[in-house]
């Protein structure tokens, strides 16, 4: 008589939950056939599900369920009940349930199998597109299972401990106004709005300050945004951020709370005491030494800012191209290559390759000599003795190290020593390929500047968004110097990734006002664009500020995954496209017209 599986017997452990304590026990388990051997009487298989894998054996003496078992196939769904029993001295150390196994009494299969277009199995070398393509069936591998069963219990832990410090979880709109800053935005047509458009929600950034209007607090939401950018390694179009906003609060007070939900999942989930208070670095700094706001610290390789060594020297010091740089208000930096971690004359020559990359026009180097000399530079031609002796002091080089130098556009050359940092630092196996490499380094980027020069409209934009408080005692420049006006604004830095980010809003309507004048943004455009939340903080608005983390980036970093596709369940691609699905796709011409939209076809090359 067959067995009722499901509807009167029920799952009694999972595959990944048996051992030597429940030897004699009679047992149901449910999952998929992972792999099968037939040994010529007994048939053996392995059973997964998302805790693990357990051998079964069907034995000819269980004639049923052995004749069935000799039709199974890879990825069968299948119900098995049957006694435990002990390997003996058979152990499988490569199994958490490799003390036992299941002499199976009964079988039934829920669903066959197609043969899969690739195997299920933890090394997969099927390409990503193809897996991507199959998600469903990639998703079944143990390594993601196991990646997203952790950000499961991460969204578990983050609840539990924002719950715990008073912190209340409230939903905001996906689709709301656009309002301008920040990245590009995803529209939506409103049908019962002709020619109107909703923009899907980037951040919840205006509605939490609302919240803090209305008085709620302390708020929280693990939500869901969206970016129309390009796409990289820790990048998709749509993502998830734990949201925090608070009132009456400073920048400090942020950090506590931020630094204990961190210590809680690393501990939690790792069993990791991360050690708090978090190392504070100006913004400034950070740019100086490792060309971004963003610094990994696992490692050396620090920059050195020589624009000062050339401007003393002048002209006179032999290197044009880094005087004309100074001149024209660029900056010069080296990076030293210690000689303990040497690089090849062909290594080296394909760092310049590197650069170029990355944007720069070349990458004038030096090797130090005994003495102080340079060889196998170019510059050593020219170079007065004078200033090759000051470089050397002021990066402090010694013999065999190998000096990088970048000079020109200080943004340029910012962004093309901080790439060449890192990769110089892989390349010398300072740091892996990707993940932790088992060290953690975070920390707080503080004060940065409030605006950023647009050189292609000639105007002051914000650098984050026109909300974020200036430091009181910069206030006074906002209308005559607002490249010197800080603010507190501050990100969270884990192993070189921005984790998160945030700052202290602005409440106080008079210096709202300056620093839209220093925007170039007049009060008729401001109510345009803000009028809403304008309106909201003339009603006793309290201090507030908040934070963002990057849920997708921390399970990244906290999983060791290669990218965020592998720690998001259903990603894009490269493209943005989901391979899957087939998104985005066509709609037809009805749909096109009851949202009042035309598509226009793009001009041929």
Not at 533 to 540: I, R
């Amino acid at each position: 008589m067959a067995v009722p599986f499901i509807s009167e017997v029920k799952r009694t452990h999972t595959c990944g939950q048996l051992s030597a304590a429940n030897v004699g026990e009679e047992v149901i388990l449910f999952g998929w056939v992972h792999n099968r051997r037939d040994h010529g009487g007994a048939v053996f298989i392995d059973l997964r599900d998302r805790e693990g894998l357990t051998q079964v054996v069907f034995e000819p003496d269980s004639k049923e369920a052995h004749e069935t078992a000799g039709h199974l196939r890879l990825e069968y769904c299948i119900g098995i009940k049957g006694k435990v029993l002990s390997r003996g001295k058979n152990v499988n150390p490569k199994m958490k349930t490799g003390e036992i196994e299941v002499k199976a009494s009964d079988l039934t299969i829920f669903n066959r199998s197609e043969p899969t277009p690739f195997l299920i199995e933890d090394n997969v070398e099927t390409s990503e597109e193809k897996r991507l393509a199959h998600r469903y069936l990639d998703l079944r591998r143990g390594p993601l299972q196991k990646t997203l069963m952790t950000r499961s219990k991460m969204n578990t832990l983050a609840r539990s401990y924002m719950a715990g410090n008073g912190f209340l979880e409230l939903e905001t709109p996906f689709m709301g106004k656009y309002t301008p800053g920040g990245a590009r935005n995803f529209l939506v047509p409103s049908r019962l709005n002709p020619g109107k458009f909703y923009a899907l929600a980037e951040s919840p950034q205006l509605y939490k300050q609302l919240f803090m209007v209305a008085g709620f607090d302390r708020y929280f939401q693990i939500v869901k945004c969206f970016r129309d950018e390009d796409l990289r390694v820790d990048r998709q179009p749509e993502f998830t951020q734990i949201d925090v906003e608070m009132s009456f609060v400073n920048q400090d007070d942020i950090f506590t709370i931020i630094e204990g939900l961190l210590k809680k999942l690393w501990g939690e989930v790792l069993g990791i005491d991360i050690p708090t208070p978090f190392m504070r670095m100006d913004f400034y700094e950070s740019m100086a030494k490792y060309g971004n706001d963003k610094p990994d610290l696992r490692f050396g390789l620090e920059h050195v800012v020589l624009t000062d060594v050339i401007r003393e020297h002048g002209a006179a010091g032999g290197v044009p191209m880094m005087w004309d740089a100074v001149q024209d208000k660029g900056i010069v930096k080296a990076m030293v290559v210690p000689a303990e971690k040497a690089l090849s004359r062909a290594e080296s020559d394909k760092l310049e390759d590197f650069a170029k990359q990355a944007g720069a026009k070349g990458l004038a180097r030096a090797k130090v000599g005994e003495g102080g000399e340079w060889t196998q530079s170019p510059l050593s031609k020219t170079i007065t003795p004078a200033l090759r002796q000051a470089i050397n002091q002021a990066v402090n080089a010694k013999t065999g190290d190998l000096i990088l130098f970048q000079f020109g556009r200080e943004s340029l050359v910012h962004t093309v020593m901080a790439n060449l940092r890192v990769h110089v630092a892989k390349k010398l196996g300072l740091i892996p390929e990707y993940g932790s490499g088992g060290q953690w380094k975070f920390l707080w980027v503080v004060n940065p500047p409030l605006f950023e020069f647009d050189e292609e409209t000639n105007t002051w934009a914000a650098a984050h968004h026109a909300f974020t408080r200036p430091h009181d005692e910069d206030v006074q420049y906002l209308g005559t110097d607002p490249g010197r006006v800080k603010c507190h604004r501050y990100d969270v830095v884990l192993n070189g990734f921005e984790i998160g980010g945030g700052s202290i809003r602005l409440h106080d309507p008079k210096v709202q006002s300056e620093v839209f004048k220093a925007l170039g943004i007049q009060e008729e455009e401001a109510r345009v664009k803000f009028g809403f939340l304008l309106d909201a903080l003339k009603y006793g608005a309290p201090p507030h500020g908040g934070i963002a983390l990057g849920m997708d980036r921390l399970v990244m970093l906290l999983t060791g995954a290669e990218s965020l596709r592998d720690v998001i369940p259903f990603p894009k691609t490269k493209t943005g496209t989901d391979t899957m699905t087939g998104a985005p796709g066509d709609v037809d011409e009805k749909q096109l017209r009851d949202l009042h939209v035309r598509t226009v076809p793009l001009p041929q090359k």
